[in-house]
């Protein structure tokens, strides 16, 4: 069966939970083994005291090593991304930073794409650097050789431990080739006698509209808080993987705690079942409001992957190769300046003026005094986050109000 027909009901068994159609909430702490044997036999293999016996599942021991909720969340959402193993986080950040600590060690060098969510940016650049981890980053029109060039220059290529992808780009939409990175990372892998892992950052199009795990890629990381929950009433964060992936992910998330709790667990459970409609819905709707834009007056340019986009040839052959729909994000430049981009924000009606993004209502932001603040200006001006760039999440209201509430802020 397709993902979106097993959304309500992998995972869990209703013979279990006094015939519940509905996983309950599972709110404890802690679990009653049934004999003390059985508890040394829990502990022994959370712990990797030894391997798993043929079809032995991890027990319940202690939520913050796995609940029930946890536990069904996580099997239901390895689907989307035929991933082997799946881990939840209590947001998009503890995943991302997690995923940063486990595979950068004190010394090791990280190779990461420009731009990136701006709470990324900031622990590659104000955390990472406390651990002796050095970062090189490079750019939408940075081609394979100059981005070995960078590797090679920095001197530490034997010491290359991780790539890093957001694709697309927050906020701007730019595409990197997965296939690419990965590429690079065998290479990397074979120069350096140790693995060079690539992990994608697939919020913006994930995971209806793209397939990381599938063209190769070996970490699959999203804010879960965006169309995964997909209702602004949730903070959480998954990793997609393999198996040896997921269980060093799991290993440190139990000792830095940072699961998400049952409740929220629960939420996301709901919010599974109608992911697929919601974000095609999304799609169609931006599809038209990009549409809108491109032929407005008041704009520049329009960033999205689909019609009424300005996409470059590069990005044109990345779209074809690993994108499944150009998604619901567009950012666009106004004509003028910051004083008129806040004219237009603060005119906005239907569209609510908020960070995040993916959730059922619109939202509209602005990314160089928001979301990307904390990137130098020169960077930022490399990128295209200028003073002019507006981002906006399409959500699932009538496309044609959205397009009129645009209108009527334009006016203003």
Known sequence: MKPESLMMSHGYKPELSQGAVKCPIFLTSTFVF????EGKDFFELAYGHRQSRPNEELGLIYSRINNPNLEIL??????????????????GMSAISTVLLEFLKPGALLLYSAPVYGGTHHFIHHVLTKFGIEAIEFGVNDHQEEIEQKIASSGKAKELALIYIETPANPTNDLFSIAEMVELGKKYTELNGHKVYVAVDNTYLGPIWQKPLQLGADITIYSATKYLGGHSDLIAGAVMGTAEVITRVKTLRTFLGNMISPHTAWMLLRSLETLQIRMERQQSNAIEVAKFLSKHPMVERVYFLGEGGIVSEKSQKIYKEQCLGPGAMISFDIKGDERKAFAFLNKLKLFKLAVSLGSTESLAEHPATMTHVDIPAPSKIKMNITEKLIRLSIGVEDPQDLIADIQQAFEG
């Open 34 to 37: 049934a004999s003390a044997e």
């Open 74 to 91: 996580e099997d239901r959402l390895t689907l989307w991304d035929a991933a082997a193993g799946s881990a939840m986080f209590e947001s």
